[in-house]
């Protein structure tokens, strides 16, 4: 079948991707005003022609490869201490008498953002945008993003350039990461390197490989019938509708009608995405083996308005698995659960529940983000506040730096004991409260007959007691179960309680 020849001509490309052997070049990522990871080995890698021993020199290393037949090499750099002076990276190539100069390269911290549209969204259309350009001369904070395309094969190297962060370029930045670099930048005081590779409107399975994807298997159907789909997908046939579609629009509008919204071509939505898989390809495996730190995550509001949103909790730990073989590093993965909004509950609530249960992987994290969304905009403007909880969990978690909390309050243990529950919360040392001064809101409980009752709650330290008079014995607990929850739970730092959902008889 057509797709187990496309997924077959994916593993080959994965194994084998497509050179250009002859040329003597970096990986497209390798520009000016780059910055390299500091404390770890640093790969460097391009293309020559087959046989061709290339030199890479930077500050006191000078380390070679040889080119392979089909024109690949790749070396290490020992470890580099942080450096917020510019220095220059030489790769020469003798035999070709060739050379490559790379100025301006720093050494610090190096992140990856990726997502939808969220992650995407730039510092221009967040909150203040102004002042917040203004204020951004930090020449030390740097960032490349990855403009490639979904593909069929794994791309080879990476599209774009490295940009210094100055308040004439400081608009264009993925706001998301922005923030959260300077966070670190201000917090550990060495350059920041942000790679952003984010496509608005895109779902979690083109992300992830469609191998891996096929290689789960609460994901292998749903993938087989996503790439059946993706082949016999008619583009004549869309094309013919949206122009029917779009002609109709227009007609609407010279008669007088207002308030009409124009409609979206189909096909620019099928190729933006792409088959499952067909973003890692184009948008991930070009970064691969350059040297990050770790990896946070924006997306999930696409997956919240599929048919199959109870997938999340096994598709997001497959990124992450995916992500970390392909790099051969457990590297730090913290992702934004998605905020209040109005929206269909049931997809909501579940994708919010799959990140939750993602924690469950070492060495993630999750800004939880309950309070900060805004009702009739998918897109929220407060990204200050998205960055600083990611970069709160990365000083406490990947850097051991002293936070007043990592995250908000996570349950972590429940007691049902008579006719209450009790719950007790992580990130909740210095006590929990409600935003309000009140009792907290947003707690339910579960009757035997199935019927879900608003509960009270009563708070102690780390400990939240919730009972309610209509439930005799629970049988499960929920707190902040809807897409715009009325809920006020926090802990001492101010950050909110995850939304959650936990049945008596649950594993």
């Known amino acids: 079948m057509l797709h187990i020849r496309l997924v077959l001509l994916t593993l080959a490309a994965t194994c084998c991707p497509l050179l250009s052997a002859a040329e003597f070049q970096l990986a497209g990522i390798f520009t000016d005003h780059m910055v390299l990871q500091r404390q770890q080995p640093v790969a460097v890698w391009g293309t020559a022609a087959a046989g061709h021993t290339v030199h890479v020199r930077f500050g006191e290393q000078t380390v070679s490869a040889t080119a392979d037949a089909a024109g690949a090499w790749r070396t290490t750099l020992q470890p580099l201490p942080a450096s917020a002076t510019p220095a220059t990276l030489t790769v ?60 069929a094969v794994p791309g080879a190297t990476p599209r774009g350039e490295w940009q210094v962060c100055t308040p004439e ?24 390197g942000l790679i952003n590779s984010s496509v608005g409107g895109t779902p979690i399975e083109s992300w992830i490989s469609a191998a891996a994807q096929l290689n789960t298997a609460e994901l292998a159907d749903h993938t087989r019938e996503l790439l059946q789909g993706f082949e016999s997908y008619d583009e004549a046939a869309a094309t013919a509708g949206y122009e029917r579609q779009l002609r109709r629009f227009e007609e609407r509008v010279k008669a007088g009608e207002t308030g009409l919204r124009r409609p979206r071509n189909p096909l620019e939505t099928h190729r933006r995405r792409g088959a499952p898989g067909w973003l890692f390809n184009g948008k991930i495996n070009p970064l691969i083996p350059y040297t990050l730190r770790g990896i946070v995550w924006y997306q999930g509001e696409n997956n919240a308005n599929s048919q199959r949103p109870d997938l999340y909790r096994h598709q997001l730990p497959a990124l992450i698995r995916d992500w970390r073989s392909r790099w051969n590093a457990e590297l730090p993965f913290a992702w934004v659960q998605l905020p209040n909004y109005t929206a269909d509950d049931a997809g909501w609530t579940e994708v919010r529940d799959g990140m939750l249960q993602t924690l469950s992987l070492p060495s993630t994290g999750m800004a939880i983000t309950i309070d900060i969304g805004e009702a009739k905009d998918i897109h929220p403007k407060n990204k200050q506040d998205v960055g600083k909880r990611l970069s709160l969990w990365a000083l406490a978690d990947v850097y051991d730096r002293p936070v007043a909390a990592a995250s908000g309050p996570i349950p972590a243990v429940f007691d049902f004991t008579g006719q209450s529950v009790t719950v007790t919360f992580r990130h909740a040392a210095r006590g929990l409260q409600s935003a309000d001064g009140q009792s907290p809101l947003g707690f339910e409980l579960l009757n035997t007959d199935g019927s879900w009752h608003v509960a009270s709650a009563s708070v102690t330290a780390d400990r939240v007691v919730v009972s309610s008079a209509a439930v005799s014995m629970p049988q499960g607990i929920r707190y902040a179960w809807a897409a715009l929850p009325a809920a006020s739970l926090q802990n001492s730092a101010g950050l909110p309680a995850t939304p959650f959902r936990h049945l008596l008889n649950q594993n």
Do not use: C, K, Y
Not at 106 to 126: I, K, Y
Not at 173 to 190: C, I, K, M, W, Y
């Open 92 to 151: 020469s190539d003798p035999a070709a008498d060739a050379d490559i100069t790379i100025s301006d390269v720093l050494v610090g911290e190096v992140w990856l953002g990726s997502g939808q549209s969220n992650m995407a969204m730039q510092v221009r259309r967040a909150l203040d945008p102004e002042q917040e350009a203004a204020a951004a001369d930090l020449p030390t904070i740097r960032l490349f993003t990855e403009g490639s395309v979904a593909a």
């Open 169 to 192: 370029t400081a608009s264009a930045f993925s706001a998301t990461l922005f923030f959260f670099g300077r966070e670190l930048h201000t917090a550990l005081d060495v350059p920041v």
